[in-house]
């Protein structure tokens, strides 16, 4: 059984940080490219940042550039979303997804099929 479980999620303030992980089992982690996602109310699901399946490829989403890294332990089938300088329009329902490890990173964070996701952590960022 496959299972993708974030953690990490939680109220901040604007400017503050958080550091989301999402811990894989049931597959081989070093076949799939990883991709963090989010959903806020109202909004369609959009991609924040992927990596590819050794972590050597990244790609993010513009308005999340040079605030958010994201990085992948193998060792540890986890990937992990450091989140910096965050804003209130940074809230919302933050999920992690595993692709093919084929697919180009950027179509993983875009209209890539994903093929297992986690359940999701909320992250709350006030003014």
């Known amino acids: 059984q496959v299972q993708l479980v974030e953690s990490g999620g939680g109220l901040v303030q604007a400017g503050g940080s958080l550091r989301l992980s999402c811990t894989v089992s049931?597959?081989?982690?070093?076949?799939?490219?990883m991709g963090w996602f989010r959903q806020a109310p109202g909004k369609e699901r959009e991609g924040v940042a992927c990596?590819?399946?050794?972590?050597?490829?990244?790609h993010y989403k513009d308005s999340v550039k040079d605030r958010f890294t994201i990085s992948r332990n193998n060792a540890k089938n986890t990937v992990y979303l450091q989140m910096d300088r965050l804003i209130p329009g940074d809230s919302a329902i933050y999920y992690c997804?595993?692709?093919?490890?084929?697919?180009?990173?950027?179509?993983?964070?875009?209209?890539?099929?994903?093929?297992?996701w986690g359940q999701g952590t909320q992250v709350t960022v006030s003014s």
């Open positions: 997804a595993a692709a093919s490890a084929t697919m180009p990173v950027m179509q993983v964070c875009n209209s890539g099929s994903k093929d297992y």
């Open positions: 049931g597959l081989d982690f070093n076949q799939y490219a």
């Open positions: 990596a590819s399946y050794s972590g050597g490829i990244t």
